[in-house]
């Protein structure tokens, strides 16, 4: 009966299967892009060659500049870096950096200056900040390289690692350990993402800065910074 005319018998249950196939076809795809979003982003090393332009940073007694060790070891691990196939991005190249016009006093330059390398970092997908420093004390005695640390996940991981693998390859003597940054180090401060700064060796220290002024230990130097970046990403690495 009814099977001549009207709605077949079965069309409820056809309806229903339909409805539950494109149900799960949904799903499937909402699924879908659910992992899409959560595909890992490739890190990026972001390297920040401390200071330069207006401000120098610290200066030895003989005049050596903080900035220009900064970036000559900055510029090392970004080489490394290149051939190691690992993705950079450099806060500043040269010695010299470029102002906006209204930034007139050193102060200005300063801030515009540190403005400008927060928005980079925060800026790029997947960062991991290097910020490389050298120390400077009144006293002439306090030596050894240093690892600071932010407060995003993984800086304080990160800070350890390279902080164990300095110690190990460049001076088994040194007794420091990694910390957290001062507040007041802007740039670590507003960083989003795993941070640490790296304070090479006191200019202050006789021995750091003329092991800071050879070319074979800041080449070393930045073989241990990529080396530990390499294994920390390695590390996080799903
Ligand atoms: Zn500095």
Not at 75 to 103: C, H, N
Not at 138 to 165: E, T
Request: hydrophobic fraction near 45%.
């Amino acid at each position: 009966m009814g099977g001549k005319s009207g709605i077949k018998w079965w069309w409820p249950l056809a309806a229903a299967a339909l409805l539950a196939a494109a149900a799960l076809a949904w799903q499937r795809n909402a699924g879908r892009a659910a992992d899409a979003d959560a595909e890992p982003v490739p890190p990026v090393l972001v390297i920040d060659p401390g200071h330069g332009g207006a401000d120098g940073g610290a200066v030895a007694a003989d005049g050596t500049l903080e900035s220009d060790i900064n970036l000559d070891v900055a510029l090392r691990v970004e080489a490394l870096a290149r051939f190691w196939g690992a993705q950079t991005v450099m806060t500043r190249t040269g010695k010299d950096i470029d102002y906006p016009s209204d930034a007139t006093s050193i102060a200005a330059k300063k801030v515009a200056d540190q403005h400008a390398r927060a928005g980079l970092i925060n800026n790029t997908p997947g960062a991991v900040l290097l910020s490389i420093h050298q120390n400077k004390y009144p006293a002439a005695a306090p030596h050894g390289i240093q690892v600071f640390y932010g407060k995003a996940a993984g800086s304080d991981a990160l800070a350890k690692l390279a902080q164990a693998n300095l110690t190990a390859q460049l001076s088994p003597e040194n007794r420091r350990v990694a910390a957290p940054v001062d507040k007041r180090v802007y740039l670590m401060d507003k960083a989003k993402c795993p941070a640490v700064l790296v304070e090479c060796g006191f200019l202050s220290n006789p021995d750091d800065l003329a092991r800071l002024q050879t070319e074979g230990y800041r080449l070393k130097l930045a073989a241990v910074l990529l080396g530990s970046y390499l294994e920390y990403i390695r590390g996080t690495a799903t």
